[in-house]
């Protein structure tokens, strides 16, 4: 029995041995800043439901009237006969939000990134990269056999020179928020360069929509610019809009391109209909109320102002994801288990996903925490003497 698999096994230790070993809280609970898990009650830190919509009862009711219309299974991918009239209506209200033409609904971010990609460029091309994007959009790149260049973390200088030699189409993709670091990719100087170069921008702003911008219009919107400057938009679903799924949005060729070409939008079923018509409820709260982002805001400041107080390293961040770097791996994850037994959750992210030497605390805030649950984190922290 110790036959085919026992490398793995040695894999699995090495990974432990780094500090680097990954396992699964099972909760208990709806999502919310309140999480149950082994019977415990967490004040939670760690989720991406920013504005606290994953278990709001207005998106709860939707979801369940969305059951009694469509029943739970959508049977089939968009193109054969999974696409309901829910989905539709979502894709015409994603669209008007986002200010573009069309909007392309997929059953996760990482896959419309896969798909997005590989439908847009391929052999004798060149994908452009900043070195802290996404796993997805870096996976995108590697898919899609084009040539893959990364530049520097906002580096558009570097991209610049990158793009001087490149041959055949040209795709610069980034981050609209960074998802580790919290920090905003220079959009404007992105889009400057890309226009010079006759490149295409695409920006996946999993954590800036809902969050940032007027009505939560996210990164583009913040920095006034449009579909004529960042031509291709990706949004999830999972994150401040606190259901499922995710968007690509953009000019009626580009769609049609996905829809022709896109094999993660092909070849897969449809996310169920209940799941859009909750999605619809919640595109609504996000634009209506103003008042989780202004109070996101308000305890991200708090917070930043009192860990540096403290000494401690936190990140030049103005979205609602706060992380604080601790730099080696293991003990990134002793200050989160010591957290834990203080009664918080709060993940600690190690490399890959980030930087070797930069493990860090990520502390993400929601619309639902209070004053005083950040001066609680900040106490526990202070305690620990970091
Ligand atoms: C979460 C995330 C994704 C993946 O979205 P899913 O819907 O969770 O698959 C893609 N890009 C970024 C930047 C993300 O943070």
Not at 128 to 154: C, I, M, P, Q, V
Request: glycine residues 12%; aromatic residues 6%.
């Amino acid at each position: 029995m110790a036959g085919a698999f026992s490398t793995l096994a040695g894999d699995i230790e090495a990974i432990a041995g780094q500090g680097l070993y990954r396992s699964r809280r099972v909760i208990e609970s709806p999502q919310g800043i309140h999480l149950r898990i082994g019977g415990k009650e967490l004040l939670n830190f760690c989720s991406n439901d920013y504005l606290g919509l994953a278990n709001h009862p207005s998106v709860v009711q939707a979801f369940k009237a969305g059951v009694d219309r469509y029943g739970v299974g959508s049977g089939s991918a968009h193109l054969i006969c999974g696409h309901s009239a829910a989905h539709h209506a979502l894709e015409e209200e994603l669209a008007a939000f986002a200010g573009r033409d069309r909007a392309l609904l997929f059953s996760t971010g990482y896959m419309a990134n896969m798909g997005l990609v590989s439908a847009l460029v391929g052999r004798g091309d060149t994908v452009f990269e900043d070195r802290l994007n996404h796993a997805s959009l870096l996976d995108g790149g590697l898919l899609s056999g084009a040539r893959f260049k990364r530049y520097g973390h906002g580096d558009v200088e570097h991209l610049n020179a990158n793009l001087e030699t490149a041959t055949g189409r040209k795709l610069i993709l980034t981050d609209g928020v960074f998802s580790m670091d919290g920090d905003f990719a220079q959009l404007q100087a992105l889009s400057e360069t890309a226009k010079n170069h006759e490149a295409w921008l695409m920006v996946d702003d999993a954590h800036g929509l809902g969050v940032i911008g007027e009505q939560g219009r996210g990164i583009v919107d913040y920095y006034g610019l449009g579909q004529d400057d960042v031509p291709i938009l990706m949004g999830t679903l999972g994150k401040a809009f606190g259901t499922f799924g995710a968007f690509v949005a953009g000019s009626d060729v580009l769609i049609e391109t996905l829809i022709q070409k896109a094999r993660t939008y092909i070849y897969t079923t449809a996310l169920p209909a209940a799941i859009a018509e909750a999605t619809r409820v919640s595109l609504k709260i996000v634009m209506a109320e103003s008042w989780r982002r202004d109070k996101l805001k308000m305890l991200s400041e708090r917070f930043q102002q009192g860990a540096q107080q403290l000494g401690l390293q936190v990140m030049p961040s103005f979205s609602a994801i706060q992380p604080i770097v601790i730099g080696g791996s293991q003990r990134a994850v002793d200050i989160s288990n010591a957290l834990l037994n203080n009664g918080l959750l709060v993940s600690a992210i190690r490399p890959p996903t980030v930087p070797q030497g930069s493990a860090r605390l990520r502390v993400t805030f929601s619309a639902q925490h209070e004053e005083w649950h950040v001066d609680r984190l900040l106490a526990a922290l202070d305690q620990l003497h970091l």
